[in-house]
C-alpha cells in the first residue's frame, strides 16, 4: 500500500535555530516529492518539489533531500522565524496515481 | 499566480442539511480535486475530476457527491449531511501534467 509517513509528528524550536523535519515513503514507482507549508486555518502551499534525479533543492531557508534509493526525504529549516510556525506536509506522487499525502509535523518556533 | 477560491471559510450546518461547497480556479487547469483534512491523518481524497462532466472516486466518496459543468468550477455535495463530516475541506487544482496542486484556504465545515 502506498504510504508517506513523517516525523516527529510535532517540533518546538526556539527562533534562530535551525530543525530538520523527516519523511519516509513507499509510493512506487516514483515521481515526484514535494514539500508543503501549511499555516493553520489556511490551504497548502508548496515549498519545493523534486524528482528522481534531483537529490537537493533550496528555496530560501528551507532546503529539501531526497533519497530515492532509501525512499527518504528531509526538509530542513535553517535559521528558523516565528512565522515558520506551521504544519508541514510531504507529499508523494507516483507516475499514473495521484498524491500520496503524509499527516504532517507541526512546528512550532517560540521567541 | 494560480488562484483557487473556495465558497466559505466557515460553515455550520445542521444534520441531515444539504450542503454544498464551491470551488473555482482561474487558471484553466484541467484537473480539480477534493480533500479533507483531519488531525492527525492527513489530508484523504474525497473525489477529482479531470475534465468538464467527468469525476473519479477517491479513497472516501462515501456521503459526497461532486459537480463539475465548468471547467473553472468544482463542487462538492453533502447530500445529508453528518456529524461525521465535520471537518476542514481543501479544493485543489491541476494542470493536465499534474505535476503540482494548487490550494484554496479551506473551508471548515461544522455539522451540529
Known amino acids: 500500500k502506498n504510504q508517506v509517513e513523517q516525523s516527529p509528528q510535532s517540533l518546538i524550536i526556539l527562533e534562530g535555530k535551525n530543525c530538520t523535519l523527516q519523511?519516509?515513503?513507499?509510493?512506487?514507482?516514483?515521481?515526484?516529492l514535494r514539500w508543503y507549508k501549511q499555516d493553520t486555518g489556511r490551504g497548502p502551499v508548496s515549498l519545493t518539489i523534486m524528482t528522481f534525479s534531483e537529490n537537493t533543492k533550496s528555496n530560501g531557508r528551507y532546503t529539501a533531500t531526497l533519497d530515492a534509493d532509501t525512499k527518504q526525504s528531509s526538509l530542513h529549516i535553517t535559521a528558523s522565524q516565528l512565522s515558520d510556525s506551521a504544519s508541514y506536509i510531504c507529499v508523494v506522487r507516483g507516475y499514473g496515481q495521484n498524491f500520496v499525502f503524509g499527516p504532517g509535523t507541526r512546528l512550532s518556533v517560540l521567541p | 499566480d494560480v488562484k483557487v477560491t473556495q465558497s466559505s471559510r466557515y460553515l455550520v450546518k445542521r444534520t441531515g442539511e444539504k450542503v454544498f461547497l464551491e470551488c473555482v480556479q482561474d487558471m484553466d487547469h484541467e484537473n480539480m480535486f477534493w480533500y479533507r483534512q483531519d488531525p492527525g491523518l492527513g489530508l484523504r481524497l474525497i473525489y477529482f475530476s479531470y475534465d468538464v462532466k467527468m469525476k473519479e472516486k477517491g479513497d472516501i466518496p462515501e456521503g459526497y457527491s461532486v459537480s463539475r459543468e465548468k471547467k473553472e468550477r468544482f463542487s462538492l455535495i453533502l447530500e445529508s449531511a453528518s456529524t461525521n463530516q465535520t471537518s476542514m475541506y481543501l479544493c485543489?487544482?491541476?494542470?493536465?501534467?499534474?505535476?503540482?496542486?494548487?490550494f484554496g484556504p479551506g473551508t471548515r465545515l461544522t455539522v451540529t
Open positions: 485543489a487544482s491541476s494542470s493536465r501534467e499534474n505535476r503540482e496542486q494548487y
Open positions: 519523511c519516509n515513503y513507499t509510493v512506487s514507482p516514483f515521481s515526484n
